[in-house]
C-alpha cells in the first residue's frame, strides 16, 4: 500500500511517500529526497494514525466531475 502526506515534508513542504526495502519501511520526499529521521517520522505517524479513513461529502464530487466531463 502507498501512502503519500502531501505538502508535509520538513525541509521544502513537498510530498512525502512511504516506501520499504530490505532494512525496513522508510518516508521520503518526492521533491527534494529528504528521508525523515526516526523522530520526524514518529511525529508525522502520531498525527494519522493508521486505518483513519476521509469521506467526500456526497453528492459534491460527482457534481464537479459530471461539469468537467466530456
Sequence with gaps: MLIFW???CPRCEG?????ADIYGTYI??????H???AEEDAG???LNPAGKTY???PGEPI????????
Excluded: F, H
Design 28 to 33: 521520503g520526499c518526492l521533491q527534494c529526497g
Design 55 to 57: 469521506t467526500l461529502p
Design 44 to 46: 508525522l505517524r502520531a
Design 63 to 70: 457534481r464537479v466531475l459530471a461539469d468537467i466531463a466530456a
Design 15 to 19: 510530498d512525502l511517500y512511504e516506501n
Design 35 to 37: 528521508y525523515l529521521t
Design 6 to 8: 502531501l505538502k508535509s
